[in-house]
């Protein structure tokens, strides 16, 4: 039988190699793989592009990473949050570069990009200054930017529950951004809350197909951002 | 966050209470932060409005009681929330889908600057030290089928908010339907900011006073 769990987060994330695109999950800390982000920090891969809606907060998960220097570009919606201080200062003195994308563009193109699907047109950011550089063109009299799926080399998710297939099923609003970057990372590994028999899952109910998904480590009892954040709890 | 009564023009909680009066029961609305968050307290009874939140939740209810909230389950502002009973969850492309594909009925912004022309600015001051941050507010009023703006008239600085183009990073253009404020609601038309209603004890002269570009007043 098929069988994607692997036996720590260390495992899981240790062939992420220097200058990888990765696609972080979450929005916020709904759904933020903060064990496997911290996993690799302490792998040590540098000169990342990271794609994550946010950048982070205080000094602990994808803050802790960017902190820790080891990304080069990021690629979100919005980076600035309460309690985000790591990322504007590195900004600030171009320490770090940031390509700016509405968050509706932002899940689109990475669907895109997970659903062999080049590119596309939306209305969103049209008559914008983020409509600069890009190619617009009028359907049926109304304006559109093309704007290109979004690929990377590995992605990092969380879910709540997973079976060893891959199959998952996620936590209320921390499902986000995870169904989409399960799809476009070449290599998708999943932290779970919870690994469960094959054939526990309702093949009605599942979310992500484990086609998405290759490895899987399961971290019960995952840390919550907020919870770090307000107990001052820094990373490594 | 202020709610005392202002010395003339509406509270932040009576704007949001003006707005609630013109949505029709059984819309799907996205609010956004500030004071449109504050409508979901002024539903007209025998309404029941839908709330959409851009980070994967409709049918979204109000905060929960202390201590009982769940990191995972929040509102496009980070703020834990609650689903009620008829939620449903989704991941971000089937959100966006829904904003993008014209199936939300109506939008609530706040605003930085609004045009005459109905171009909005709600995201950048654009400073040089500015983090850039824009979120869904360009997919909401790209793809949104109304888009309400509510704010207050003038900055704190008694600036003009309504003006003849704007000079922040727009969000979208020509995308204001209506703009409600502490001192009137005023529809974007062909011809300019055309006044529906002004606030009471406000008069036509003291809101066009502290408007940046021609009011039409009701005919």
Redesign the interface.
């Known amino acids: 039988m098929i069988n994607k769990e692997v036996s720590s987060t260390a495992v899981a994330v240790a062939d992420i190699f220097d200058g990888a695109t990765v696609m972080v999950g979450g929005?916020?800390?709904?759904?933020s793989p903060i064990e496997l982000i911290h996993a690799l920090i302490d792998q040590g891969a540098t000169n990342l592009t990271v794609v994550n809606n946010n950048t982070g907060s205080g000094e602990v998960g994808l803050a802790a990473l960017i902190k820790a220097g080891r990304v080069s570009k990021m690629i979100c919606?919005?980076?600035?949050?309460?309690n985000s201080t790591v990322?504007?200062e590195l900004?600030?003195s171009g320490a770090i570069e940031?390509e700016?994308v509405?968050?509706?563009?932002?899940?689109?193109r990475?669907?895109a990009g997970g659903a062999g699907i080049p590119a596309f047109y939306?209305?969103?950011?049209?008559?914008?200054?983020?409509e600069e550089g890009k190619e617009r063109r009028t359907i049926d009299g109304q304006d559109y930017v093309l704007e290109y799926g979004l690929k990377a080399d590995f992605s990092l998710i969380k879910s709540f529950k997973s079976d060893p297939y891959g199959n998952l099923i996620?936590?209320?609003?921390?499902?986000?951004?995870?169904?989409?970057m399960a799809m476009a990372g070449a290599i998708t590994i999943v932290q779970t809350g919870e690994m469960v028999a094959a054939g526990e899952l309702d093949p009605e109910v599942i979310?992500t197909p484990g086609i998405f998904v290759n490895r899987v480590v399961v971290v019960p009892n995952p840390a919550?951002?907020?919870?770090l954040v307000a107990e001052g709890v820094t990373y490594p | 966050m202020k709610s005392e009564k202002p010395v003339m023009g509406l509270s932040r909680d009576e704007m949001a209470q003006r707005v609630a009066m013109d949505i029709p029961n059984g819309s799907y609305v996205n609010l956004g932060i500030g004071i449109p968050e504050r409508i979901t307290r002024f539903v007209p009874d025998g309404r029941e409005f839908i709330y959409h939140?851009?980070?994967?939740?409709l049918g979204m209810g109000p905060s929960p009681e202390e201590g009982v909230g769940?990191?995972?389950?929040?509102n496009a502002g980070?703020r834990q929330v609650t689903?009620l009973a008829g939620a449903s969850?989704?991941?971000?492309?089937d959100?966006?889908a829904m904003?993008?594909g014209g199936h939300l009925d109506l939008c609530v912004l706040g605003a930085l600057q609004v045009a005459s022309n109905g171009d909005l600015a709600n995201w950048s001051v654009g400073g040089p030290?500015a983090?850039?941050?824009?979120?869904?507010?360009?997919?909401l009023v790209?793809?949104v089928k109304s888009v309400f703006v509510v704010t207050q008239h003038c900055t704190k600085t008694g600036e003009p908010k309504l003006i003849e183009a704007c000079t922040y990073?727009?969000?979208?253009?020509?995308v204001v339907n209506r703009i409600y404020t502490d001192l009137a609601v005023i529809d974007i038309t062909a011809d300019g900011f055309q006044l529906v209603e002004l606030s009471p004890g406000v008069s036509f002269e003291y809101v066009a006073e502290r408007t940046g570009a021609p009011l039409i007043p009701i005919s």
């Open positions: 929005f916020g800390e709904a759904g919606s919005y980076p600035r949050s309460m990322f504007p900004y600030r940031l700016l509405p968050q509706g563009t932002l899940a689109e990475i669907r939306t209305a969103t950011c049209v008559g914008t200054i983020l996620y936590n209320k609003t921390a499902r986000n951004f995870a169904p989409p979310v919550h951002e907020s919870v | 939140t851009e980070n994967g939740l769940e990191p995972e389950l929040i980070k689903a969850y989704f991941q971000h492309p959100s966006f904003i993008r030290d983090i850039p941050a824009v979120g869904g507010a360009m997919d790209a793809g990073p727009l969000t979208g253009p020509g």
